[in-house]
């Protein structure tokens, strides 16, 4: 089953480094970053796992709860992890899902449904595809997907900036635009006509195109 945005977040039960888990009742009304791994003791998740330890505060900040997930069993997990503050020095205290059925990267799309149901004998290589990054709001419907390669280190960075355009447009009738970032100009979304705008954004706004409205930023409420 293809997941798509705006569907609703597929629930599951499994078994984390921090215990089992239901993964709607563990999100609760927080925001959550779901993002996968094709394997334990791999190099490119290493940093990854590292440096999402160490800003995990700010993720925090903006009330979304972090979750990672491989496809390896729960003691390959808890020895990588061992690794993972070796080499990068981020102590890694968010779950992990231990996916060693591969039940969770074929409800998400990751795997393909006839891949089997152990981790036992895979690679890296045939699990490449589980390799993702899953925004989900309080409401439990996907806000955003992120796919990379196993080459490609994702970007944190770009995700947290990712979590402050869907929460402030999940608040307010506006878009953001290329390479926005908190405190800048915003767009007010072409579906609020002008007489509705004035009573959303009474300062005004800057008319660029008939279809192109620029405001500052709203404050949040």
């Known amino acids: 089953m293809a997941l798509r945005i705006a569907e609703r977040a597929p629930d599951f039960t499994a078994e984390t480094t921090q215990g089992q888990i239901r993964f ?27 440096y999402l330890a160490k800003c995990q505060d700010q993720f925090a900040a903006r009330n979304c709860k972090v979750i990672g997930l491989s496809v390896d069993p ?18 890694v205290t ?21 891949a089997g ?9 045939n699990n490449q595809t589980v390799r993702t990054v899953y925004l989900i709001g309080p409401d439990k419907l996907i806000k955003a997907m992120l796919v990379y390669p196993m080459s490609t280190g994702r970007n ?16 307010h009738k506006v878009a953001t635009p290329v390479n ?26 800057k008319t660029v195109k008939p279809y192109m409205r620029v405001v500052p930023q709203p404050e949040e409420t």
Do not use: N
Request: hydrophobic share 40%; glycine share 8%.
């Open 74 to 91: 729960l003691g390959d997990h808890e020895r990588w992890l061992a690794d993972i503050k070796e080499v990068t020095g981020g102590e």
């Open 24 to 50: 709607h009742d563990w999100l609760g009304d927080s925001w959550g970053m779901l993002f996968s791994h094709p394997k334990d003791f791999t190099p490119v998740c290493t940093t990854e796992l590292g």
């Open 94 to 114: 968010y779950p992990i899902i231990a996916d060693h059925d591969l039940a969770v990267a074929k409800l998400y799309d990751m795997l393909p449904a006839d």
């Open 180 to 205: 926005w970032k908190q405190g800048e100009d915003v767009i007010i979304v072409p579906a609020v006509s002008d007489e509705d705008a004035k009573a959303l954004f009474p300062a005004g706004w």
């Open 156 to 171: 944190f960075d770009e995700v947290l900036r990712l979590i402050d355009s869907c929460q402030l447009t999940a608040q």
């Open 117 to 125: 149901d152990s981790a036992e004998g895979r690679t890296p290589l």
